[in-house]
Every structure is written in structure tokens, then in C-alpha cells.
């Protein structure tokens, strides 16, 4: 209804709850004497990254329906 969807977007959105998923369960379900390795550390890293992804990628698709009246009701000095 009015807007369109960014394919890109929604992808870049579904792959980063994939990888959160994936990189959540790996954490929680590892050995701890598997924790030693170059791919453990590579994990790690990546689990650090992956929230942060999400909420950059909702926030380049966020957008109030109406931005006059969404900064009006927030008592902001933008006008457009």
C-alpha cells in the first residue's frame, strides 16, 4: 500500500538474522576445547558484526509515511 519494497534490502536484512542465527547457536553449542582456532576466532569476529548489520540495514529502509507531519509531531526545526 504506497510504498515499495527494496529487494536488496529485504535480502540484506533475511541474510543478517541468518547469520545472527547461525553465528548465536554456534557460540552457545561449541565445545569449549573447540574454541582454539582460527575458525573460532573468525566466529567470534563475525558475532560482533552481525546485530550491528541488522540495524544498519532497517535503518537505510526506515522511513515515516509522512515526514512533515513525523517532525511537526516530534517538535523538530526541520522543515522540507
Do not use: K, W
Not at 536484512?13 to 565445545?31: E, K
Not at 515526514?67 to 517538535?75: E, I
Request: aromatic share 8%; with cysteine.
Amino acid at each position: 500500500m504506497g510504498r515499495e519494497r527494496v529487494l536488496a534490502m529485504d535480502l540484506l536484512r533475511g541474510l543478517a538474522v541468518v547469520a545472527m542465527i547461525g553465528v548465536h547457536t554456534v557460540n552457545a553449542l561449541l565445545d569449549p576445547a573447540l574454541r582454539q582456532g582460527a575458525l573460532s576466532a573468525v566466529v567470534h569476529f563475525a558475532s560482533g558484526l552481525v546485530a550491528p548489520a541488522f540495524l544498519l540495514v532497517a535503518g537505510f529502509t526506515f522511513r515515516p509515511p509522512d515526514l512533515d507531519t513525523f517532525y511537526v509531531a516530534q517538535g523538530s526545526c526541520v522543515t522540507f
